[in-house]
């Protein structure tokens, strides 16, 4: 009975990690879809509106990246798609303020400066 308890263990276990595993397989990419959209969504408005090169434009990316927060990201995003009423929404509730805005239009003058000729 001992053997058999153990076995039954065993294989229930190896269900549930393959179980989780399928389950981190579908809903990752899901997550990650929103984020990938506002990532071309700056790809393809650096390389229409600044004229940009590959290489430039992912210097433009990395900034984004990893100087902006979630809702800065969010709004600037916003902001390159000209959606004006977003951006208010976004004041309105709380996700941005003065200093958010303030500092989006110093990043927006000041990275293309740095990644040009990159």
Do not use: H, W
């Amino acid at each position: 009975m001992f053997q058999y308890e153990r076995i039954r263990k065993t294989r229930a276990t190896n269900f549930f990690k393959t179980f989780l595993v399928s389950v981190s397989l579908v809903v990752a990419p899901i997550f990650s879809l929103p984020a990938q959209a506002d990532d071309d969504a700056i790809y393809a408005s650096c390389k229409q509106d600044l004229k940009f090169s590959d290489s430039e434009c992912d210097c433009v990316l990395n900034a984004v990246n990893e100087e902006l927060s979630d809702n800065q990201r969010k709004a600037f995003v916003k902001m390159i798609q000209g959606d004006n009423a977003a951006i208010s929404q976004a004041v309105a509730n709380g996700e941005i303020d003065g200093q958010d805005m303030l500092f989006l239009t110093n990043f927006m003058s000041t990275t293309p400066a740095k990644c040009e000729n990159k």
